[in-house]
C-alpha cells in the first residue's frame, strides 16, 4: 500500500505515516553506527531569508554565511520552479519561508522545502502562472553577506505601456490622448525584458469618444522615480527610517498630486516595494515617452550636520563639486546592492546611454531643476544653492530632461524627524510640483505639445 502522495518535485505535499513505519525507522536508527561528523557535510548556514512581491516580479532572497552551490529548473503543469540547494541541512530560517508567501503573490502560490539528500535542500515553488526564473549569487556588500537570489519574471515582459493604460477613462481622462499618441507614434525603445522573456504584445489603441486627438493638447507626461527599493534600503537614519521607503511615500504624493491635474499625467518606475535597476528606470521612462524624468532620493553623508535639500543634473564633462561626485558614486552603487543578474540584464546599455546623452536635454534638466530647488528651498532650506551636476546613471535618458532631488539628508537627526512626519511628504511633493509649474509656465512648446 501506497501511503505518500508525492509529485515529480520529489517533495510531498502530504505524507502519511503509520505506526509500522515508525516502528521500522526507529530500529533502523538503532543499527546504524553514531556518526560525530554528519554536520561536517552541511557547511552553509542560512542567515535570513525576504521576499519582494510586485506586479514586475518576484524576488525571493536567501542571505547565507558563505557562497553556497545550487541547481535549478522548472517543470510545467503545473507550473513550478525547482532549487537544490547543496550544503545545507534544514533549518527554522528555511522554514520560515513557506509562512513568509502572502496570498497576493502575483507568481507563487507556495513553497516546499524538504531535506532532499544528506546535504542538499531541495525548494519547491508552486506558481501561478509560467515564468522565467533567473537565479544567481551575490557577494558580499554593504550589511549584506553572500546571497542567492532568485528573481521570478513573468513570460512574457511587463510593458510600462501597459500600466499607464490601466484603469484610464478614454471619455474623460486626459491620459487617454497621450496613449493614443503613443499608439499611432510608437516609441522606439522596447519594454524592458530579461534573457528568455517574450516581447510584450502592444496595448489596445484607446481613443475617446470620436476617434480623433488631432489639435488637441496631451498632458505633460511626469516620471517619478523613487530610489532604491526592495534589497536596496538606501540610506538609514539613526531611528531606523529607511530611505526608499520615505521617497516610494514621497512619490506617491507627488503622482497623486499631479494626476488630479488636468494638463498633467504621472508614472512611476515603482509604486511598490521592489528593486529596479538603474538602467531599467531610465527605460521605463523612455518607452513612456515621458516629458520630464524626476528622480526622488533621502540620502546620507559622511558629515552627520549635512542638511538641507540639494537638486542634481547630468553632467558629461566630471562632477560640480566633492559632494555631487560623492554622492553620484554612491547612487550608482544601486545596482550592487540592490542585486543585479548581470547575464540577464544588457550592462552596456548605461554607458551608451551617457554617451547618447544631448547637450539640449541636460540644458532643459538645469532650467527644470532651477524651479523646482527654488520652491522646494521654502520648505526645508537649501544644502546647495546652485543646481549641482555629476555622472548620476539614473539621469541617462538621452531625450527626456531628468533631475535627481535629495529632499533632506536622513543622516541629519533633525532631518531624520522631518522625514518621519508624514505630513511633510505631502508638502515636499507640492513643492516639486510647484516648481514644475514655474518651469511649464516659461516653456510653451512643452506645454502646448
Not at 532549487?83 to 545545507?88: N, S, Y
Not at 521592489?274 to 528606470?281: E, I, N, S, T
Not at 554607458?351 to 544631448?358: A, F, K
Given at each position: 500500500m501506497d501511503n505518500t502522495t508525492q509529485d515529480t518535485t520529489g517533495i510531498s505535499p502530504r505524507r502519511i505515516i503509520t505506526r509500522r513505519q515508525i516502528l521500522g525507522c526507529g530500529i533502523a536508527m538503532l543499527s546504524l553506527p553514531v556518526v560525530s561528523k554528519v554536520a561536517h557535510a552541511a557547511s552553509s548556514q542560512i542567515l535570513a531569508v525576504r521576499t519582494w512581491p510586485a506586479d514586475d516580479y518576484?524576488?525571493?532572497?536567501?542571505?547565507l554565511n558563505s557562497p553556497i552551490k545550487h541547481e535549478h529548473f522548472t517543470l510545467d503543469n503545473p507550473h513550478r520552479l525547482v532549487?537544490?540547494?547543496?550544503?545545507?541541512s534544514m533549518s527554522e530560517a528555511l522554514n520560515s519561508l513557506i509562512s513568509k508567501i502572502k496570498p497576493n503573490d502575483p507568481y507563487i502560490s507556495r513553497v516546499r522545502v524538504a531535506q532532499n539528500r544528506a546535504d542538499v535542500v531541495r525548494l519547491v515553488i508552486d506558481l501561478k502562472q509560467a515564468i522565467v526564473p533567473q537565479v544567481f549569487t551575490l557577494k558580499p556588500i554593504g550589511n549584506y553577506q553572500y546571497r542567492l537570489v532568485l528573481d521570478l519574471y513573468p513570460k512574457v515582459a511587463k510593458d510600462p505601456l501597459t500600466a499607464l493604460a490601466h484603469n484610464v477613462d478614454t471619455n474623460n481622462d486626459p491620459l487617454a490622448s497621450i496613449l493614443n499618441q503613443l499608439n499611432h507614434n510608437r516609441p522606439t525603445t522596447a519594454a524592458p525584458k530579461v534573457q528568455g522573456q517574450i516581447a510584450p504584445k502592444a496595448p489596445a489603441v484607446v481613443t475617446n469618444n470620436t476617434g480623433n486627438t488631432k489639435g488637441k493638447k496631451r498632458p505633460i507626461l511626469v516620471a517619478i522615480d523613487p530610489g532604491h527599493g526592495g534589497?536596496?534600503?538606501?540610506?538609514i537614519g539613526s531611528r531606523g527610517t529607511k530611505e526608499k521607503d520615505v521617497v516610494l511615500s514621497i512619490g506617491r504624493k507627488l503622482r497623486d498630486a499631479i494626476n488630479a491635474r488636468s494638463n498633467m499625467r504621472a508614472y512611476m518606475t515603482r509604486d511598490a516595494d521592489?528593486?529596479?535597476?538603474?538602467?531599467?528606470?531610465v527605460q521605463k521612462a523612455r518607452r513612456v515617452k515621458a516629458d520630464i524624468f524626476?528622480?526622488?532620493?533621502?540620502d546620507a553623508f559622511t558629515n552627520p550636520s549635512a542638511r538641507g535639500t540639494s537638486v542634481f543634473a547630468l553632467s558629461r564633462k566630471g562632477a560640480s563639486s566633492a559632494a555631487a561626485r560623492w554622492l553620484a558614486n554612491k547612487e550608482n552603487e544601486a545596482d550592487l546592492i540592490g542585486g543585479l543578474d548581470i547575464g540577464a540584464h544588457d550592462r552596456n546599455t548605461a554607458?551608451?546611454?551617457?554617451?547618447?546623452?544631448?547637450t539640449a536635454q541636460i540644458n532643459e534638466a538645469l532650467k527644470i531643476g532651477h524651479r523646482v530647488l527654488d520652491s522646494l528651498g521654502r520648505v526645508?532650506?537649501?544644502?546647495?544653492?546652485?543646481?549641482?551636476?555629476?555622472?548620476?546613471a539614473v539621469l541617462k535618458a538621452p531625450d527626456i530632461p531628468s533631475i535627481l532631488v535629495e529632499v533632506a539628508f536622513i543622516s541629519n537627526k533633525q532631518e531624520e524627524t522631518f522625514l518621519r512626519n508624514t505630513g511633510n511628504h505631502n508638502t515636499i511633493a507640492r513643492a516639486i510640483l510647484s516648481g514644475l509649474d514655474s518651469y511649464i509656465a516659461t516653456n510653451p512648446p512643452l506645454a502646448s505639445r
Open positions: 518576484t524576488r525571493v532572497t536567501l542571505e532549487v537544490d540547494l547543496q550544503g545545507l534589497e536596496d534600503p538606501g540610506a521592489f528593486f529596479v535597476p538603474l538602467q531599467v528606470r524626476i528622480s526622488i532620493h533621502a554607458s551608451v546611454l551617457l554617451d547618447m546623452s544631448t526645508n532650506g537649501l544644502q546647495s544653492r546652485r543646481v549641482e551636476q555629476a555622472g548620476f
